[in-house]
């Protein structure tokens, strides 16, 4: 996680003024500002399109009673893709640009999705070689047990209900 971090808040930057100044020197101070304003005016109009309309497709899809994961998940992108936009730089406007692509958001998805899926088998596979390891008997037939054993004995409890009246 600090690596992460480390990365957003110091070495991106660093890239960011370091092309900003290249870019300067090759089209002059003032185009570069205007470089920068410009797409981040272009792509906070973008985001409000795709976020409106990422926005309806939630809304229709839930109409309809199914469950919105491909358009939560753009609507994320879009989101991610405004904040992007929003920081000076050309490196992150260029990542902003292309999270409001919708081949690259499929290509994102489908990743993410395999490697959930991979995550996901790998722990499953863990805690059932954990189970088979400390457990000899499943927990259903060990429940089974102990409630044959409970109904043999007489027990301490005695049920009924509460009712407090003040």
Do not use: W
Request: charged share 15%.
């Amino acid at each position: 996680m600090f690596r992460i971090l480390f990365v957003l808040f110091v070495v991106v930057p660093i890239i960011e003024i370091a092309l900003l100044i290249q870019v300067s020197d090759i089209i002059g101070g003032f185009a570069t500002i205007a470089l920068v304003i410009l797409t981040a005016m272009f792509g906070a109009k973008l985001v409000k399109t795709q976020g409106l309309s990422a926005y309806s497709d939630v809304q229709g899809q839930m109409a309809r009673g199914q469950m919105p994961a491909r358009e939560l998940f753009t609507g994320l992108c879009v989101i991610i893709a405004g904040v992007l936009l929003m920081t000076p730089g050309i490196v992150t406007d260029a990542l902003g640009f292309m999270l409001l692509t919708p081949a690259i958001r499929t290509m994102l998805a489908k990743t993410l999705m395999k490697q959930m899926t991979v995550k996901m088998h790998a722990t499953m596979q863990r805690s059932q070689n954990a189970y088979t390891e400390h457990e000899q008997t499943p927990p259903f037939e060990h429940h089974d047990q102990q409630s044959k054993q409970s109904t043999q004995r007489p027990s301490n409890t005695i049920e009924g209900e509460y009712e407090r009246k003040d």
